[in-house]
């Protein structure tokens, strides 16, 4: 491993007067030259953005950006689609099993989660390491603004949930009230200016001392408030249709989509894409900044969402789901391995040249990528991984509300490598579904009957074991002693109930 990272020496370090934790050492190769400046990493993550829906379509200065040179990652997911865990895992590179939020209320930005994990942040360790850190936008969805996490020296967060206008901030620790005037208000544009705002200050006073930047996003979630310029975008786009609207044993109780949802679904799309036209401007600026104060050269761009969405496919209204596309600037072209959520954190101290903390369980996945130059644009947004499981919605006139249900507590291993890609789930309920995805993409038939005893139980002994690792030494079994890419990879997955 050590020889494809030297490709990367180009990119060094100011130590400054930064401070090491026992434990917590930078790597040689960045030890060996101090004169040069560790790279700048800038993660955009939205929220609940698509890839199936065809999101990204709309983002053409993005895909330009990305163009220019990027890797795409064609088999991204995220273990656990829901909002809260999912952010946690990114923050901590750790399964919702060892960082214990399993929803978004629940133990969510707790008092447990901010004594045991808000500590361990890709955050904590880059700034103790002497990056300059920021935060702009939605943190965690319980966030109440009473507290700056530890490891941001700027912060800007959002107090709960997702909002675009009316939401209050806390300003490194102060509250910030804002109203419903665009432009000084809109949440995107705010996170723009703050943030370059931020990056050009901290190059002219420390022009030595590299930066990491998280931009958070709430498009294109809920209340899906356009810019003013943008409200008449796509008029005609519509939902996703699936061939399998029937699938779902929900759909029993609340009957197929009526017309009146599906012009309910056509209208969300078409909002969602509209806020999405803000982050792609948004992007188009970062990117400018970046080329004016020549750092473009030595910073990695890294674009995600929390997790995926999905508008009709099985009949269901709306809801939250896992596969993600990512690509790059850094290399061009695109990948099949597969890369996690859980991956970000370590992938991140890689690239300031840490090594992966023996307690996250992702493993990095800078190897992967082109090295030759160093930036880079990761898109993760999610495709339909768990269309079958992660929704429980009941109409409620003519809307959608989701609620729990008995069966909704899931654990799911999927495995992809050159000859195989499926899903083999277990449900708390016993239920046990096996889906071939090479032959049969919108998950219609539950193969598990059709399986090997033996088969089966290794299945299930894998999953156990995933259900349960530690660390990435046991939850990257596979991939411990072998190139990252051409093997196997496990995904697994849990959910409770189900939130918007
Ligand atoms: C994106 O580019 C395509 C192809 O050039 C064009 O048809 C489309 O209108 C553009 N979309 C937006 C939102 O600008
Ligand atoms: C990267 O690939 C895209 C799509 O294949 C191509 O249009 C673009 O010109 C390439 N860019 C570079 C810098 O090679
Ligand atoms: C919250 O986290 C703590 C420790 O991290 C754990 O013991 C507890 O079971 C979690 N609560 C829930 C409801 O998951
Ligand atoms: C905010 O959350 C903290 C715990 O994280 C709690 O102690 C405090 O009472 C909460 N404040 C409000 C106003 O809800
Ligand atoms: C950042 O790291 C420095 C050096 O370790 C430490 O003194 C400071 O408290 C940290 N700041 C935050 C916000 O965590
Ligand atoms: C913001 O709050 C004002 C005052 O309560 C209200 O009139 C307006 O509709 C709200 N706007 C949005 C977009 O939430
Ligand atoms: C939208 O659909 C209408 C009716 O089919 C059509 O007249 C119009 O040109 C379409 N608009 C766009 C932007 O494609
Ligand atoms: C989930 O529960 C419903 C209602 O109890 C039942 O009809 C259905 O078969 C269960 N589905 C699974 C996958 O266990
Ligand atoms: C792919 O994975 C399956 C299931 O684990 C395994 O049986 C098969 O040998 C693997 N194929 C390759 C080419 O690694």
New binding site residues.
């Given amino acids: 491993m050590a020889g494809r990272l030297l490709l990367f020496l180009c990119v060094s370090v100011t130590l400054g007067h930064?401070?090491f934790p026992p434990g917590q050492r930078l790597k040689p190769r960045i030890q060996r030259d101090r004169r040069n400046i560790r790279p700048n990493i800038i993660l955009i993550l939205t929220d609940d953005q698509d890839l199936e829906l065809g999101s990204m379509q709309a983002m053409n200065k993005t895909r330009r950006i990305m163009e220019e040179g990027g890797t795409s990652f064609s088999n991204a997911f995220v273990t656990t689609p829901m909002c809260c865990p999912s952010r946690s895992s990114m923050l901590t590179g750790k399964y919702v099993h060892n960082h214990n939020t399993y929803t978004n209320n629940e133990n969510c930005s707790s008092p447990s989660w901010q004594r045991q994990h808000e500590p361990r942040t890709f955050g904590?360790y880059l700034?103790?390491t002497g990056y300059r850190t920021a935060f702009f936008g939605k943190y965690l969805n319980e966030y109440n603004g009473s507290y700056?996490p530890?490891?941001?020296?700027e912060w800007l967060g959002l107090v709960k949930n997702s909002r675009f206008y009316n939401y209050t901030l806390s300003r490194n620790g102060v509250r910030e009230k804002h109203g419903a005037q665009y432009p000084q208000d809109y949440l995107t544009d705010l996170i723009t200016s703050e943030s370059i705002r931020y990056f050009r200050s901290s190059k002219r006073i420390y022009p030595h001392r590299p930066v990491l930047m998280v931009l958070s996003h709430a498009a294109p979630h809920g209340p899906e408030d356009s810019a003013p310029q943008y409200s008449n975008a796509f008029p005609n786009a519509s939902y996703n249709y699936a061939p399998n609207p029937d699938k779902h044993w929900i759909m029993r109780y609340t009957g197929a989509m009526r017309p009146i949802h599906m012009e309910f679904t056509n209208v969300l799309q078409r909002k969602r894409l509209q806020t999405l036209l803000s982050v792609d401007d948004s992007m188009e600026k970062l990117y400018n900044m970046l080329v004016e104060t020549g750092e473009l050269e030595n910073t990695y761009i890294i674009y995600t969402s929390d997790h995926g969405y999905h508008i009709g496919q099985f009949g269901l209204v709306k809801g939250e789901n896992v596969r993600i596309f990512t690509g790059s600037t850094g290399s061009n072209g695109s990948t099949g391995s597969t890369v996690l959520n859980i991956d970000l954190a370590p992938t991140i101290l890689d690239i300031a040249g840490l090594d992966t903390p023996t307690d996250m369980d992702g493993k990095s996945i800078l190897t992967l990528l082109d090295t030759d130059k160093p930036l880079l644009l990761l898109v993760i947004v999610y495709r339909q991984f768990c269309w079958t499981l992660c929704v429980c919605c009941v109409t409620v006139g003519p809307f959608c509300a989701c609620t729990s249900a008995n069966n909704n507590t899931y654990w799911c291993l999927r495995t992809i490598n050159e000859t195989h890609n499926f899903l083999f789930c277990e449900f708390a309920t016993g239920f046990l579904e096996y889906f071939d995805l090479n032959t049969d993409p919108y998950q219609l038939i539950n193969g598990v009957s059709s399986l090997d005893r033996t088969v089966l139980n290794q299945l299930h002994v894998q999953l156990m074991e995933l259900r349960g690792c530690r660390g990435h030494k046991q939850c990257n079994p596979r991939t411990r002693s072998v190139e990252p890419g051409t093997t196997p990879t496990q995904l697994h997955s849990y959910t409770t109930t189900q939130a918007v």
């Fill in positions: 930064a401070h904590v700034n103790n700056v530890a490891g941001w020296r």
